[in-house]
């Protein structure tokens, strides 16, 4: 069974600071893994889906890592924001695709 | 890029009610969508796997009879919480998967039972 972890579960930094949240999972045979960000009382917004056969992906200021064969994805923001405070979630589908398995999350604060 | 629309947003209703809550892809089709459910501060529960045409797949500790599953369309699928009571209050999230996009999630609706 699938198990998808992410560290930390929390973190406060200042306005500006570059920063790498980190997400592991057990069962290195994924299809993709994929970036969300929810924030309080909202849905989950897609950031980054990167395929199996890809080593990272870049939307604006941020960029995810992929290692399959280690077990880990890392998001990595930089010159964070106070807009960039929100719950950032990993996710990655079981083989047939037709089911999600989550971190427990990342709760970012960013301060200005 | 891919969206899924629901609604509504947040709803109150009394309990012994039943709530509709819908959930649309808007720009492309899915045979699959997904139920969640999340309580505070927690990641989120899958609920059930709505499938176009055919019976929803609910996880274990689901009651089929209290959420019930209808997805007519590729492009709808609709969640009705039946005979709602405060214990069904919670926030409950739709989504849909596409090839290019992966998973979409809804915005969410926040259910209250008084």
């Known amino acids: 069974k699938q198990e998808v972890t992410q560290i930390p579960a929390a973190l406060s930094v200042p306005e500006g600071e570059n920063l790498v949240l980190n997400c592991s999972f057990t069962?290195?045979?994924?299809?993709?893994l994929q970036w969300f960000r929810q924030d309080p009382g909202k849905g989950l917004t897609s950031l980054l889906l990167i395929q199996s056969s890809q080593r990272e992906q870049t939307s604006g200021r941020l960029n995810a890592s992929l290692d399959k064969s280690s077990g880990r994805s890392t998001l990595y923001i930089a010159a964070s924001q106070p807009g960039d405070s929100a719950t950032y979630l990993c996710a990655v589908p079981n083989n047939a695709g037709n089911m999600l398995t989550f971190g427990g999350g990342t709760r970012l604060m960013v301060k200005p | 890029g891919a969206v899924v629309s629901q609604h509504p947003s947040w709803v109150i209703c009394k309990s012994g009610t039943s709530v509709k809550i819908e959930c649309r892809s808007l720009d492309f089709q899915a045979t699959t969508m997904f139920w969640y459910r999340q309580f505070p501060k927690q990641s989120l529960m899958l609920m059930a796997t709505?499938?176009?045409?055919?019976?929803?797949?609910?996880e274990q500790g689901v009651e089929k009879d209290k959420f019930l599953i209808n997805h007519a369309s590729l492009t709808l699928s609709t969640l009705t919480v039946t005979s709602a009571h405060p214990e069904d209050s919670s926030f409950y999230i739709c989504?849909?998967?596409?090839?290019?996009?992966?998973?979409?999630f809804g915005s969410g609706t926040r259910l209250t039972v008084v």
């Open positions: 989504s849909a998967r596409s090839r290019s996009y992966g998973y979409t």
């Open positions: 709505s499938n176009e045409g055919s019976k929803a797949t609910y």
């Open positions: 069962d290195s045979a994924i299809y993709n």
